[in-house]
Nanobody, 115 residues
C-alpha cells in the first residue's frame, strides 16, 4: 500500500524559505508523476509543481522562479524548495503521486507566510 507523508511546513516571514519533503512508502513501478498542490480554506486545490520520474518539471505561474521541485528516486522522496515566500503562498500543501492509473495523496502540511 502506498502512503505519502509530508513534512517541513511551518511559519515563515515574507521573503523567507522553506523546504517541504514528501516521503513515499510502498512500491512504485514504471512511469509516474509526483506533484505538490496547495489549498486555501474555501478555495479549490491547485497544482503548484509536478515532476515526472524522468525529471521533466512544470510549475504554476505564481511560483515560477521561486519554487523548485525535485525528487530522490532512491529514497522515494520528493521535495519542494520554496524561496522568496509571499503571504499569498499561505496554504496547506499536499503531496500527490500519480502512478499506473491511481492517485495518492498525503494529509498535507501547513505553510504560513507572515507579512
Amino acid at each position: 500500500q502506498v502512503q505519502l507523508v509530508e513534512s517541513g511546513g511551518g511559519l515563515v516571514q515574507a521573503g523567507g524559505s522553506l523546504r517541504l519533503s514528501c516521503a513515499v512508502s510502498g512500491s512504485i513501478f514504471g512511469s509516474n508523476l509526483m506533484a505538490w498542490y496547495r489549498q486555501v480554506s474555501g478555495k479549490q486545490r491547485e497544482l503548484v509543481a509536478v515532476q515526472s520520474n524522468v525529471g521533466s518539471t512544470n510549475y504554476a505561474d505564481p511560483v515560477k522562479g521561486r519554487f523548485t521541485i525535485s525528487r530522490d528516486n532512491a529514497k522515494n522522496t520528493v521535495y519542494l524548495q520554496m524561496n522568496s515566500l509571499k503571504p499569498e503562498d499561505t496554504a496547506v500543501y499536499y503531496c500527490n503521486l500519480a502512478s499506473r492509473g491511481l492517485t495518492y495523496w498525503g494529509k498535507g502540511t501547513l505553510v504560513t507566510v507572515s507579512s
